[in-house]
């Protein structure tokens, strides 16, 4: 059974830095796809970045490069969102999903596996 672990969330105060973590379980994590995904109150699940089986070749949603970092680690089976200068907008609960599509992967209808998320809060 493949199970997506996310941990990291916290209250912090703006311009603060965090770093959210993924496990992963169940699933060959480095024939996947991995993906970060947010979603706050009254709004639609938002992509973040993805990052692909390598690790070589990642993509963010444009608003957010340069504060966010994704990673992985292969031989841990996790992925990593590094995140800096938080503001506000940023708070959500964030989830992390795994497909193994290498396209299309801003679409969450390219992941087959979701974590259950990581609440984010982020104080002005």
């Known amino acids: 059974q493949v199970h997506l672990v996310e941990s990291g969330g916290a209250l912090v105060q703006a311009g603060d830095s965090l770093r959210l973590s993924c496990a992963a379980s169940?699933?060959?994590?480095?024939?996947?796809?991995m993906g970060w995904f947010r979603q706050a109150p009254g709004k639609e699940r938002e992509f973040v970045a993805c990052i692909n089986w390598t690790g070589f070749s990642t993509d963010y949603v444009d608003s957010l490069k340069g504060r966010f970092t994704i990673s992985r680690d292969n031989t841990k089976n996790m992925v990593y969102l590094q995140m800096i200068a938080l503001k506000p907008d940023d708070a959500a609960v964030y989830y992390c999903?795994?497909?193994?599509?290498?396209?299309?992967?801003?679409?969450?209808?390219?992941?087959?596996?979701w974590g259950q998320g990581t609440q984010v809060t982020v104080s002005s």
């Open positions: 999903a795994a497909g193994q599509k290498s396209w299309g992967l801003r679409n969450p209808n390219s992941y087959e596996y």
């Open positions: 169940g699933l060959p994590f480095s024939r996947y796809a």
